[in-house]
């Protein structure tokens, strides 16, 4: 095949992940770009880091350099693969916990911060912000400026809001917001100087690819409409055994166990569910599937997506695009 991806020009094969133009298999004959353009293009970034080799290396050239660092998690997919980097930072960090406004108001930010500091012990300083109602904006920069920071590296997973906190920033500061995503791609590796006084240089980098998140597998304009934009309404459901519960044409659980089993979804609140026997439809059921124990302490995370709550032990089977998309934490709240 001498097909090129319309993105970077390259030739897309498929028989070398690691190397310049790859599709997987099931895809090429269909794909229009290379998987890491593919990433670039779904993410609106002009600049990724998509392979945990590439992130540690950038990680190392950042801990030689020694400066601070802020680090962004949105707040609605924290997971061992948001948090892993953070373990391989030696310079000082300021964890910046993003989009809390997503969040419902009667989540308790004293909580976030313990259960951040509780699975990351090398962590003191964390600060929860919403860039989008500029809360916390002011008292990070004053937080680096009484620490003395004069340069500061700000980075994050794409889709963690950096971006977003930069521009919220550069307001504080008077001036005009200018940092935007593209989705020309563009895969050097390159970082972006923004002086927003005479005492803060604050530092751009490449957004960290979180590769288990659901971005990865559907279309941009897909994830757009399914990722929360306003404070999350959690959605409480019963499902009694034998029942299935399907979301939108994404996500089919079963409920295995002999009980009925409640869910707390924290996922967009337009997104529709239907609920029915399991034998009713067969709908999705040619996903991928996972057979989990689910309980009371325990959160299911849909990366990229939100979480699901369980009051009760049980068990169900997820059908999903892809099941690396689904893992468990702690329960967060």
């Known amino acids: 095949m001498n097909k090129k991806c319309i993105g970077c020009g390259l030739r897309l094969q498929s028989e ?72 391989k930072i030696e310079t000082k960090i300021y964890l910046v916990l993003t989009k809390i406004d997503l969040l419902p108001k009667s989540v308790k930010k004293e909580k976030l911060i313990k259960y951040i500091q509780d699975k990351l012990t090398m962590v003191n300083e964390v600060l929860i912000i919403s860039s989008t109602k500029k809360w916390n904006i002011e008292e990070l920069y004053k937080k ?111 409920n295995n166990s002999e009980e009925t089993i409640q869910m707390i979804f924290y996922l967009k609140n337009e997104l529709k569910y239907r609920k029915m026997k399991k034998t009713t439809s067969d709908d999705l059921k040619i996903l991928p599937k996972q057979n989990i124990k689910i309980t009371n302490e325990e959160d299911i995370i849909i990366e990229g997506l939100g979480f699901i709550k369980f009051p009760k032990n049980g068990i169900i089977t997820i059908y999903i695009i892809d099941d690396k998309i689904i893992s468990k934490r702690k329960k967060l709240i």
Not at 59 to 67: A, C, R, V, W
Not at 72 to 85: A, C, F, G, H, Q
Not at 244 to 254: A, D
């Open 144 to 254: 680096l400026i009484k620490n003395k920071v004069k340069e500061c590296y700000v980075i994050g997973h794409t889709n963690s809001g950096k971006s977003s906190l930069i521009n919220a920033l550069l307001e504080t500061k008077g001036k005009k917001a200018y940092i935007t995503t593209s989705i020309v791609p563009n895969t050097t590796e390159e970082v972006i100087n923004i002086k927003l006084d005479d005492k803060l240089t604050i530092i751009d980098t490449p957004g960290f690819i979180n590769n288990k998140s659901i971005v990865n597998y559907i279309d941009i304009k897909e994830y757009k409409n399914i990722i929360p934009k306003k404070e999350i309404k959690p959605k409480i459901y019963n499902l009694r055994p034998n029942f299935t519960i399907i979301i939108e044409k994404f996500i089919r659980i079963e």
């Open 16 to 87: 070398k992940q690691s190397e310049q133009g790859y599709v997987p298999e099931k895809k090429i004959e269909t794909a229009e770009y290379c998987e890491r353009c593919f990433k670039i293009k779904n993410y609106g970034e002009a600049k990724i880091i998509d392979k945990k080799e590439e992130r540690e290396e950038f990680i190392e050239k950042l801990n030689k350099d020694k400066k601070p660092i802020i680090y962004l998690i949105d707040v609605t997919t924290i997971s061992d693969e948001t948090l892993e980097p953070i373990k």
